[in-house]
């Protein structure tokens, strides 16, 4: 019996490319990725890949001496393509801990990174950024572009609690705003 398996999954092929890689080769080692977790993934490597692969350190063999067989599996770049370096502790010290409103200040973060908050928040980013290190650099880039429009225009009181504004992705909404440190006033204050 031939079952079909449908899954959808969202790619950066901008990311992937900057990573040198073709789609077949990133799909490759998104496959020995869910493998090392016990995991299914339903892509068919292409062998005609696996040379590049192995010369550049995405995967390497590894050898069962008592079953005399070989598997591929991710190597130290391949890791490094879904782990990435973790921009946590930036993201969270450039997150301000309070705002200011008109009666004061209003806390928006709790900016001690080894307290009970934080341990909740880190677990957010975890979940936005799990498998996609290239992401979390896009997330403090939108997040700095935010701080300094509002700066600029004097809506900091207006800015969400950290985790708000992790879980509901709001710096997608900042994406397409340019950068006020390198526009100058070429943008209309809507």
């Known amino acids: ?97 309070k705002v200011p409103t008109e009666q004061g200040f209003r806390p928006v973060s709790t900016g001690d990174i080894n307290g009970v908050s934080a341990k909740v928040t880190r677990g957010i980013w975890d979940r936005v950024t799990k498998d996609k290190p290239y992401l979390q650099r896009k997330i403090i880039d939108n997040l700095k572009r935010e701080l300094d429009h509002r700066k600029s225009d004097g809506s900091l009181a207006y800015l969400q609690g950290i985790d708000t504004w992790l879980r509901q992705a709001t710096w997608e909404k900042w994406d397409d705003i340019p950068d006020k440190r390198s526009s100058g006033n070429n943008y209309i204050k809507l």
């Open 1 to 97: 019996m031939l079952t079909m398996v449908a899954i959808f999954i969202t790619l950066n092929i901008i990311e992937i490319r900057k990573l040198k890689l073709n789609l077949n080769e990133y799909l490759t080692l998104m496959k020995f990725q869910h493998e090392a977790k016990g995991e299914s993934f339903p892509y068919d490597p292409d062998p005609r890949f696996f040379e590049r692969l192995l010369r550049d350190g995405f995967i390497g063999i590894e050898v069962d001496n008592v079953n005399h067989t070989e598997k591929y599996v991710l190597g130290p770049a391949g890791e490094k393509v879904f782990k990435g370096d973790d921009l946590f502790e930036e993201f969270y010290k450039t997150f301000p801990a």
